[in-house]
């Protein structure tokens, strides 16, 4: 069974940065789309970036040119580098794995606050 398990969210001040981290385990499929996805309150799940077993990279523009993502293979893990933090990042962060053809897979999400 596929299961993905998020850390590395907090409290930020504004400008600040944090690195989120996603360890995935019972992947039985080589290729997928690994992602991170935000939901902050009374809003709706909003796509942050997305990697590819290929290292094809998307951002949104929201974060673009300060958030990056990456991924290690070795480790089984993709992080999520969060710089110039803004109070509107502020929001539940999910990580994401989908297959196109077994599915997508959740973590449980992790709290990032940016506020002074």
């Known amino acids: 069974q596929v299961q993905l398990v998020e850390s590395g969210g907090g409290l930020a001040q504004p400008g600040g940065s944090l690195r989120l981290s996603c360890v995935h385990s019972?992947?039985?499929?080589?290729?997928?789309?690994m992602g991170w996805y935000r939901q902050a309150p009374g809003k709706q799940r909003e796509l942050v970036a997305t990697?590819?077993?290929?290292?094809?990279?998307k951002y949104s523009d929201s974060v673009k040119g300060r958030f990056t993502i990456s991924r290690d293979t070795a480790r089984n893990t993709m992080y999520l580098q969060m710089n110039s933090l803004k109070p509107e990042d502020t929001a539940v962060y999910y990580c994401?794995?989908?297959?196109?053809?077994?599915?997508?897979?959740w973590g449980q999400g992790t709290q990032v606050t940016v506020s002074s």
């Open positions: 994401n794995l989908e297959n196109r053809l077994y599915g997508s897979y």
């Open positions: 019972g992947t039985f499929f080589s290729m997928y789309i």
């Open positions: 990697i590819t077993t290929a290292d094809t990279i």
